[in-house]
């Protein structure tokens, strides 16, 4: 199914965000006024919420949240002896972040035709990433810069689109696409909904970190799954 993109040549990637501000009430008074307005939306039908509790939303938006990790994974070796290994950016200060994982990016793709993939990348990972790094006043990397390219031009792999095939009305989370293909998922103790907690009040970036590590995993192995190919194990996972 996916022949035509070879494994190895595909960097998969996962981001973590959260709020800019630990609540709403440390955000600046004119930044509250412009979630405010973005929160007028939202709140529809939501009787039982207000700007203040759905503040711990602002994460999911570039213009209110920030990327606090990018974890990263590559696979090699023969088809009988894969590995994936692993790489992650994190941190409370992004824009150190965001130019460690673009000088990575810059080196992954010098030489040969490279692909990103990540799981509902192109409609959240890959733009989020550009928008911070345009608020960061830092350039976009090539590989990540779809401006004025055709559709077969952009490098961009998504293994929700794949599993779509076409179908544009529903969305699948990563976690029932991997149970569906007899993926074997992580149990974790927390998810997405609980990493700005995590980051803010327990401060424990390892957490998240690891969190992260495992989507990016879970990602590969839906790839090789959905392509025909041998699953990776537990042993050939290398943390770096």
């Keep these: 199914m996916l022949e035509q993109y070879p494994v190895s040549s595909i960097l998969f990637l996962d981001i973590?965000?959260?709020?800019?501000?630990?609540?709403?009430?440390?955000?600046?008074?004119?930044?509250k006024h412009l979630w405010e307005i973005k929160a007028g939306a939202l709140l529809k039908n939501r009787e039982e919420e207000t700007v203040e509790s759905i503040y711990e939303r602002?994460?999911?938006?570039?213009?209110?949240?920030?990327?606090?990790?990018?974890?990263?994974?590559?696979?090699q070796g023969a088809p009988d002896q894969?590995?994936?290994?692993?790489?992650?950016?994190?941190?409370?200060?992004?824009?150190?972040?965001?130019?460690?994982?673009s000088e990575m990016l810059q080196k992954f793709t010098a030489n040969e035709q490279r692909y990103l993939c990540a799981h509902n990348g192109k409609e959240f990972d890959f733009p989020y990433i550009c928008r911070?790094?345009?608020?960061?006043r830092l350039p976009i990397p090539v590989i990540l810069n779809t401006a004025g390219?055709?559709?077969?031009?952009?490098?961009?792999?998504?293994t929700m689109e794949f599993w779509k095939f076409g179908d544009f009305?529903?969305?699948?989370?990563?976690n029932l696409l991997a149970h569906s293909l007899d993926v074997p998922t992580p149990k974790d103790d927390i998810d997405g909904s609980m990493v700005a907690g995590v980051f803010y009040k327990?401060?424990?970036?390892?957490?998240?970190?690891?969190?992260?590590?495992?989507?990016?995993?879970t990602v590969a192995q839906v790839f090789l799954r959905m392509n025909g190919e041998e699953l990776i194990t537990e042993s050939n996972i290398?943390?770096?």
Excluded: M
Excluded at 149 to 158: G, I, N
């Design 238 to 240: 290398e943390y770096r």
């Design 149 to 158: 390219r055709k559709p077969w031009e952009v490098s961009h792999l998504d």
């Design 132 to 136: 911070r790094l345009l608020i960061n």
């Design 58 to 75: 602002a994460g999911i938006y570039a213009e209110f949240g920030k990327i606090i990790c990018i974890s990263c994974g590559v696979v």
């Design 169 to 174: 009305k529903s969305y699948t989370t990563l």
């Design 202 to 217: 327990e401060k424990n970036i390892e957490r998240i970190v690891t969190y992260c590590q495992k989507d990016v995993v």
């Design 82 to 101: 894969r590995k994936i290994i692993l790489k992650s950016f994190y941190g409370d200060d992004e824009k150190k972040l965001l130019q460690s994982f």
């Design 16 to 31: 973590e965000t959260v709020p800019q501000y630990a609540s709403f009430s440390e955000v600046p008074e004119s930044w």
